[in-house]
């Protein structure tokens, strides 16, 4: 099997960061699970269709599908064929992207949709390792506190913390279903380290 490296964990926990950083010192694409779940839900939102209705968002999808495209500058995602990458992280978005990406019906559409991407790739997520590629050759699980994921993202955004860190643990307890670290992943706490420190951890296990 050609080379799969998944980096999955929460919401603010560097995995986006940490997945492009290595993906660009191995010299191979990065692909964002994320960014597909975020354009179905704003898809959802644009067609005026039920979050919580599986049924109708599968119906939505096979009308105006959603696609990925993992590029060297970033990734794309299409619907309708529009690049709607732009309008991917708005606070609408972040509303009704986990009770879209709870349904098993979306899951697997999303599955099917990464299992089309040809390897090699690091893929980032948070069931990567357990639910899509299971095969993989490497797999990480990125942790940290919530306060530490606050602070990180605070600063990012320059928003205050305590409003960030509620809205984290929010995320964390809708997103809990479909969380799902690999048995085999390495675990890594990046309480205590900076975004090199943890690139450098992966990339030595991956290189060794
Ligand atoms: O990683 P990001 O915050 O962009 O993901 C947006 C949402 O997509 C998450 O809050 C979660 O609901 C969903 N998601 C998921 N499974 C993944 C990746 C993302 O359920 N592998």
Redesign the pocket.
């Known amino acids: 099997m050609s080379l799969i490296i998944t980096i999955?964990g929460p919401?603010a926990s560097g995995?986006?960061s940490v997945a492009r950083r290595v993906a660009a010192a191995l010299g191979v694409p990065f692909v964002?699970?994320?960014?597909l779940?975020?354009g179905i839900a704003y898809q959802v939102l644009r067609y005026h269709t039920s979050p919580t209705d599986a049924r109708a968002v599968l119906d939505l999808l096979r009308a105006h599908p959603v696609r990925l495209e993992p590029r060297p500058e970033g990734n794309r995602v299409l619907a309708n064929g529009e690049d709607v990458t732009a309008q991917l992280h708005t606070s609408a978005v972040d509303a009704v992207?986990?009770t879209v990406?709870?349904h098993p019906e979306v899951?697997a559409y999303?599955k099917a949709r990464l299992a089309e991407l040809e390897p090699p790739f690091v893929v980032?997520?948070?069931?990567?390792g357990s639910a899509?590629f299971p095969g993989a050759r490497f797999k990480f699980y990125l942790t940290a506190s919530p306060r530490v994921r606050a602070q990180r993202r605070a600063r990012e955004r320059g928003e205050d913390v305590a409003a960030i860190e509620a809205a984290l643990r929010a995320?964390d307890e809708?997103?809990k279903a479909?969380?799902q670290p690999a048995p085999d992943a390495v675990w890594i706490d990046t309480s205590a380290m900076d975004l090199e420190e943890v690139v450098r951890a992966v990339l030595e296990r991956v290189r060794t």
């Open positions: 999955d919401s995995k986006t964002s699970s994320g960014l779940y975020r992207v986990s990406a709870r899951r999303v980032e997520g948070r069931d990567m899509v995320r809708a997103d479909q969380s």
